[in-house]
T-cell receptor, first 113, second 116 residues
Framework: SQQGEEDPQALSIQEGENATMNCSYKTSINNLQWYRQNSGRGLVHLILIRSNEREKHSGRLRVTLDTSKKSSSLLITASRAADTASYFCATEGIIQGAQKLVFGQGTRLTINP | NAGVMQNPRHLVRRRGQEARLRCSPMKGHSHVYWYRQLPEEGLKFMVYLQKENIIDESGMPKERFSAEFPKEGPSILRIQQVVRGDSAAYFC??????????????FGSGTRLTVV
């Protein structure tokens, strides 16, 4: 299975601290994406990193990708209460001849004011 | 552009009834993907459709579930004879290119199906 595994499953930190979430996967990929889901809502695309990239930034977000270890991390700096949500990594690649986006189980992030 | 529109937002069905979930992709998007999310879990791929064609239905149960994306109108995910285990949130995503073409997918807000 290409399913991503995320770590930790839940993370609770104080506002202003940095939050780091990790994702591991099993097969070759074209890219890896991170999404945010607020409780009871849909998913919002945050950032995409291609398989030939190692690091990418977007505002307070920093994503790294290590294809040799088949892992990625999402760092949110200077966290805010509004960052409280579930974060999912998703890998995009060819599975059984078809392009698919496969999600991990997610990390539930809680930012305490 | 209103984004990906899903309706209804909430749907309650009794066991044995049919559930019809609708997804209108973003304007100009001809690729639609359906995912199912159980509580506290990630999204599981169900089916990928392009206008009038099912491209990949490997994640969709072979019985009771069907999907279509007609030339005109929204994509429909149909669940016949629903059972309690079908209770979940169903999300639709759309893309202008096959497989998102490395640009990320746009998701709708989902339909939360509850089977009683």
């Amino acid at each position: 299975s290409q399913q991503g595994e995320e770590d930790p499953q839940a993370l609770s930190i104080q506002e202003g601290e940095n939050a780091t979430m990790n994702c591991s996967y099993k097969t070759s990929i074209n890219n890896l994406q991170w999404y945010r889901q607020n409780s009871g809502r849909g998913l919002v695309h945050l950032i995409l990193i291609r398989s030939n990239e190692r690091e990418k930034h977007s505002g307070r977000l920093r994503v790294t990708l290590d294809t040799s270890k088949k892992s990625s991390s999402l760092l949110i700096t200077a966290s805010r209460a509004a960052d409280t949500a579930s974060y999912f990594c998703a890998t995009e690649g060819i599975i059984q001849g078809a392009q698919k986006l496969v999600f991990g189980q997610g990390t539930r992030l809680t930012i305490n004011p | 552009n209103a984004g990906v529109m899903q309706n209804p937002r909430h749907l309650v069905r009794r066991r044995g009834q049919e559930a019809r979930l609708r997804c209108s992709p973003m304007k100009g998007h001809s690729h639609v993907y359906w995912y199912r999310q159980l509580p506290e879990e990630g999204l599981k791929f169900m089916v990928y459709l392009q206008k009038e064609n099912i491209i990949d239905e490997s994640g969709m149960p072979k019985e009771r579930f069907s999907a279509e994306f007609p030339k005109e109108g929204p994509s429909i995910l149909r669940i016949q004879q629903v059972v309690r285990g079908d209770s979940a949130a169903y999300f639709c995503a759309s893309s202008p290119f096959a497989g998102g073409a490395g640009r990320g997918y746009t998701f709708g807000s989902g339909t939360r199906l509850t089977v009683v």
